[in-house]
């Protein structure tokens, strides 16, 4: 899955004391920039996000989408750094005047891994593992709209809908194409990207090649190698010692002190869409009722823990809606800090004394920290928090597959991904038929305006609703060897393309 709910990622970046912002491909204090780039050199990248396995349909998480996700695989088109979606393996693709039917032509000469050649037999089999039963795919739902898919000749695909659906080519980049005949996905691969898999050393490396094979550019260097870091000091250590040139998401405020100002390093700060989450299980008692999820959110000071964790950086944003997505509206008024509300409005629902939860806890910071802070912030309005820490499996298992939980700490990666409380049998249980049906219509939409204003609705009941209490949005901090060049700054939906890495 490309969201860190299924269950396996770190946060994102902690704090940052003074750095720049935008393309990580400028150079740093004058004379500090890279030098002439190194073909050769293998880009060496640390990371708190190893994969729980291979195959992005099989929960494989927020690090097999970071590691392959425009490396190893590619979908018929491309969400850019920036939020762009371009044409990849489709060379263009036409739409019927009822919006029906979208007709792709794919781009020619370009193989797999394996060395075979890709045909519309193999988008198609991509397309429906995505959908599949059995599929855990974050975007699986978003491609519901799909009646079928067809293969006309090698070099067309064709996908009927049963309804319109405006986003339907921003979800196919989300799509990996894989060879239809490929075994094995949750331990190799075989994609179409500029890089294969070398080997993964789980619990420590997971290296890709370069794919000499490849149908476009080739990669600005030889190859990269992910380390695997459970622990954030050990990460920032590893590139104070060169053992990697890059971490893809700092997570340390007070490590930043370190790289910001020394010549030997460039700080940047990119564009998250990354929400932490109070997740409450809204099928469940308390949570089944908006005003006790109303009264948690407003007893529980989100400007106070992310400034004690992100050190000023980062934002409040009261919903699931981060400022780059179009309808975005700023509804941290909805619900307000303010005890003295909170204590109302459990008396309201019943609950004069609070009442006692669990909450299920990632092992991985920030979480044990925002625990610990929600459970003190809770205390003073008679609500006991036992907080339960688990590991990224057992959230997977527990909290998304079985849900098995009360409420639950976690982060979502994922821009545009509002719609998911459209959906009642998300892990989180929100169920209101109204919001449903704006979401669906907005799907629907002829024009992206009308799709934007339905969502812009959809999102202020959600948010009235308090369906989650979403705490902050994280800033993106990426630090880098200052020979680095080319690197992606904002990791949306935590994707980390290698190929334009120079290091000079």
């Known amino acids: 899955m490309t969201s860190k709910f299924a269950g396996v990622a770190a946060a994102l970046a902690l704090a940052l004391a003074a750095c720049g912002s935008g393309n990580a491909g400028g150079s740093g204090a004058p004379g500090q920039g890279p030098g002439a780039p190194d073909a050769g050199a293998v880009i060496e990248i640390g990371s708190l996000y190893e994969p729980q396995n291979l195959d992005n349909t099989a929960g ?17 088109f491309k969400l850019t750094d920036d939020g762009k979606v371009e044409p990849l393996l489709a060379e263009g693709h036409e739409v019927s005047p009822d919006g029906l039917t979208y007709t792709f032509k794919l781009r020619k000469g370009v193989k797999f891994h394996s060395g075979k ?57 989300y799509v990996w194409i894989v060879n239809a005949a490929a075994k094995d996905l949750a331990t190799g691969e075989d994609g179409t990207g500029p890089y294969q898999l070398g080997s993964w050393k789980r619990g420590s490396t997971l290296s890709l090649e370069r794919f000499p094979g490849y149908w476009g550019t080739p990669p600005a260097n030889n190859g990269a190698v992910f380390h695997y870091f459970t622990d954030a000091a050990a990460l920032n250590n590893a590139l104070l010692t060169n053992a990697v040139d890059v971490v893809t998401s700092e997570q340390s405020p007070d490590a930043l002190a370190q790289f910001t100002g020394n010549p030997d390093y460039k700080v940047s700060e990119g564009h998250s869409t990354t929400k932490l989450l109070l997740a409450f ?33 980062g934002s409040v944003i009261g919903s699931m809606v981060p400022p780059t997505d179009p309808w975005y509206e700023d509804l941290t008024k909805v619900n307000p800090y303010d005890v003295e509300l909170a204590k109302r409005q459990l008396a309201e629902a019943g609950y004069p004394k609070g009442f006692r939860f669990t909450l299920e806890t990632p092992n991985y910071d920030p979480h044990p920290t925002a625990a610990t802070f929600i459970k003190s912030e809770l205390a003073k ?37 509002v719609v998911w409380y459209g959906d009642p049998d998300f892990y989180w249980g929100y169920d209101n038929k109204q919001v449903t049906e704006w979401i669906e219509q907005a799907e629907q939409a002829r024009t992206e305006q009308e799709q934007t204003d339905l969502l812009k609705k959809a999102n202020r009941q959600i948010a009235e609703d308090a369906a989650s209490d979403w705490i902050y949005l994280y800033p993106q901090i990426v630090v880098a060897s200052s020979k680095l060049s080319g690197y992606p700054v904002n990791g949306l939906n935590s994707q980390f393309y290698v190929y334009g890495i120079k290091k000079g």
């Open 117 to 173: 050649a890709l045909t519309a037999a193999d988008v198609k089999s991509s397309i429906e593992r995505v959908i599949a039963d059995g599929s855990q795919s974050a975007r699986k739902s978003s491609l519901e709209a799909i009646k079928s898919v067809a293969a006309p000749d090698d070099g067309t695909v064709v996908v009927k809908l049963k309804s319109r659906s405006i986003s339907l080519v921003y979800n196919l980049s």
């Open 60 to 76: 494989g998480g927020q690090g097999v989408t970071e590691a392959f996700n425009g490396n190893v695989y590619e979908g018929l």
């Open 281 to 313: 299980n809204d099928r469940k008692p308390p949570f089944d009722k908006p005003l006790v999820r109303k009264a948690v959110s407003s007893a529980i000071d989100d400007a106070k823990l992310l400034q004690s964790i992100w050190a000023g950086h």
């Open 381 to 417: 309005v008679g609500i006991t928090v036992d907080v339960h820490v688990i590991t990224a499996d057992q959230w997977y298992s527990k909290v998304y597959k079985d849900r098995d939980f009360a409420a639950t700490l976690q982060e979502h990666v994922n821009d545009r991904d």
